[in-house]
């Protein structure tokens, strides 16, 4: 059975270095046997992969793409946190953020780019509970933000 690190390598991903807090907050915070994941937004090499509303300057497609990219980084804070990726037993919850423009309804969809990607790198483990919550303004103005909960041992 392959590592979550494997099934990355599978994919062609690297994991990126965490992204550096823009505010007061940790990346992430380990109780007990949960860590949980501050919201990730899509930085790449510490810059937006993309700015704008959902469904007026970002087409639902890249905006799910996006939700890809915070899902890798919040699996990189995750490794930071634990160590390997094989210590996560269960991927608990993942709640996005869509910044949408108001016709936009189909923060499920865009939010959908995410959970792919964890169900891709942790298999049975990555089946989730979710939210995908349409709101009205993101930091740096990006479409998408993510943050989980995983359960470790």
Do not use: W
């Amino acid at each position: 059975m392959a590592t979550p690190e494997e099934r990355l390598a599978a994919l062609g991903l690297e994991l990126p270095e965490v992204v550096k807090p823009l505010a007061a907050y940790t990346p992430t915070v380990r109780t007990g046997d949960h860590v949980y994941v501050s919201g990730q937004v899509p930085l790449v090499d510490g810059a937006p992969a993309g700015t704008g509303k959902v469904g007026a300057e970002v087409t639902p497609e890249r905006a799910a793409e996006l939700a890809r990219i915070c899902a890798l980084n919040g699996i990189a804070a995750v490794k930071a946190e634990v160590g390997e990726l094989s210590a996560v037993r269960r991927v608990v919850k993942l709640v996005g953020f869509v910044a949408s423009d108001p016709s936009f309804s189909g923060q499920p969809q865009v939010i959908n780019g995410a959970s792919e990607l964890i169900g891709e790198v942790f298999g049975e483990a990555g089946v989730h509970a979710r939210s995908a919550v349409g709101v009205a303004a993101l930091p740096l103005d990006v479409p998408v933000e993510v943050e989980m909960i995983v359960e470790v041992g």
